[in-house]
């Protein structure tokens, strides 16, 4: 039997005791259909068509991560050599595509909807100059009175039909349905780059894109509160799909590297059983426009796992509290100015600033102002999360890893200050000697070994 008919029967029998029609809205109404092309899954229903018109006119810049530099780890070679990642138009509208399919850990790791990104990606400040420029677009077509009807209809809209309207400005769609239903949203649109849908109701989000013109990939994603459904596919056979329902977290992957389908449990055991697959799926999901968390070998994750590694200490602790207690100094300037530096470096300087607001003594002055500079702070960086949930700093394998991708000594030095407290070894300055020693202890104490 063909390689990959093994592989989609294999992903059939993995999931058909959990998914049935992952991405079809309920059959309880009856409504119109846009025109879809041969063998492509109908539009959600939409008996209650309404006038449409472009509602997200403006485009955001990319926000790359930065260079690295010296201190930090060698970034990972290229995923997959998978037809998932022939470049077409999900690479085109990535950033539109990226702002409603975004996700994030909520306690215990489970991967769920970031609404709080949904809420920035669909702010009032966007959303009203969406729509002043809807309105003034519309101006020279019809009445006033209509165009500021059609105007206010974008500014109540939920976030995810907004975000999902700004992936139909980018994608050039033409023709357009909105229907509602009871409590149940149905969008779709078709033409231009994309045929898509999006299903909004209480608690569940259901979006499905593909592409009119080569390569013809298709994107799926169903959310209903905890639980999650993703799937990529190529018309070659090549696809992957994810499952977290209860306490499953199926993965099925049909990649030229291998084949896999299995329950890990969650996302973090997935990673811990098998990295290398983990490497390769990640980085091809987000190519294809999903935003998921970083993944542990992600640049800006293994940035801050180093700095973690690295508490303040010696002369750099004595100035750190020595700044602190400048914030009761009697000269307004100097209070000032150690007040903008614990700002500025309190990604760095955060668990001195905890230590300090637990002091019951600690001066009403200097309490005001670092309460001040932690409500100033923004959410918690992803990869902070990302490190939690994987427990990374307490991985010796991870860090094993991550020693052979350090270039500079006295960074070397944190992690491997660190393996030495988790393994009770010492492999020196050589990650092939941390791997041997590591793995012979392990052995020796019955536990895996890394080639487990």
């Known amino acids: 039997m ?12 993995a999931l058909a005791m959990v998914v049935a029609a992952p991405l079809r809205a309920d059959d309880d109404g009856d409504g119109a259909k846009p025109p879809a092309a041969p063998e492509s899954p109908a539009a959600p229903e939409a008996p209650a068509p309404e006038p ?23 970034p990972p070679p290229p995923a997959s050599s998978s037809a ?34 949904l809420g920035h990606a669909a702010s009032d400040e966007r959303r009203n100059a969406a729509a002043d420029e809807l309105a003034k677009l519309l101006g020279g077509r019809m009445n006033q009175k209509h165009a500021a009807r059609q105007a206010d209809r974008v500014r109540g809209m939920a976030a995810e039909e907004f975000l999902f309207d700004r992936i139909r400005y980018h994608a050039g769609g033409g023709g357009s349905r909105r229907g509602q239903m009871g409590g149940r949203r149905n969008l779709s649109f078709w ?61 099925v992957s049909i990649l030229p590297e291998g084949v896999t389908a299995a329950d890990f449990g969650s996302l973090a055991r997935w990673w811990a059983a098998r990295p290398e697959e983990a490497s390769r799926v990640g980085p091809c999901l987000a190519q294809l426009g999903f935003r998921l968390p970083p993944w ?13 590694l ?25 209070r000032e100015e150690a007040t903008a530096e614990i700002t500025e470096r309190y990604r760095r300087l955060r668990t ?32 902070a999360r990302v490190i939690e949930a994987y427990g990374l700093t307490s991985d010796a394998d991870y860090l094993i890893e991550l020693l052979g991708d350090v270039p500079v000594a006295e960074t070397r030095a944190r992690v491997t200050a660190r393996l030495r407290e988790l393994t009770g070894v010492d492999g020196g300055d050589d990650p092939a000697a941390w791997r041997r020693l590591w793995d012979a202890k392990r052995a020796a104490e019955g536990g895996p070994t890394d080639g487990d």
Do not use: W, Y
């Open 2 to 13: 063909d390689r990959r008919l093994l592989a989609l029967a294999t992903l059939s029998l």
């Open 52 to 74: 449409d018109e472009d509602a997200s006119p403006e485009r955001l810049p990319a926000n790359p991560l930065p260079a690295p530099t010296p201190d930090e780890p060698a």
């Open 84 to 117: 998932l990642l022939t470049t077409g138009a999900f690479e085109k509208l990535a950033e539109p595509i990226g702002e409603l399919l975004t996700f994030t850990f909520e306690d215990g790791g489970r991967l769920v909807i970031d609404r709080d990104a």
């Open 191 to 251: 033409g231009g780059l994309l045929r898509a849908q999006c299903e909004i109701a209480q608690g569940r989000v259901v979006v499905e894109l593909e592409e009119l013109a080569e390569p013809k990939r298709v994107i799926r994603m169903r959310s209903d509160g905890t639980d999650l459904f993703i799937r990529a596919e190529h018309p070659n056979g090549d696809a992957i799909e994810i499952l977290q329902t209860g306490r499953r977290f199926i993965v």
């Open 296 to 308: 542990p070998n992600d640049l800006e994750v293994r940035v801050e796992v180093l700095h973690r």
């Open 310 to 334: 690295a508490p303040l200490a010696g002369d750099e602790l004595e100035a750190a509290r020595a700044l602190i207690a400048s914030l009761e100094d009697d000269d307004f300037e100097v």
């Open 352 to 383: 001195l600033v905890a230590d300090a607001l637990a002091d019951p003594e600690l001066g009403l002055e200097s309490r005001g102002r670092l309460e001040q500079v932690v409500a100033a702070q923004p959410p918690e960086p992803a990869a």
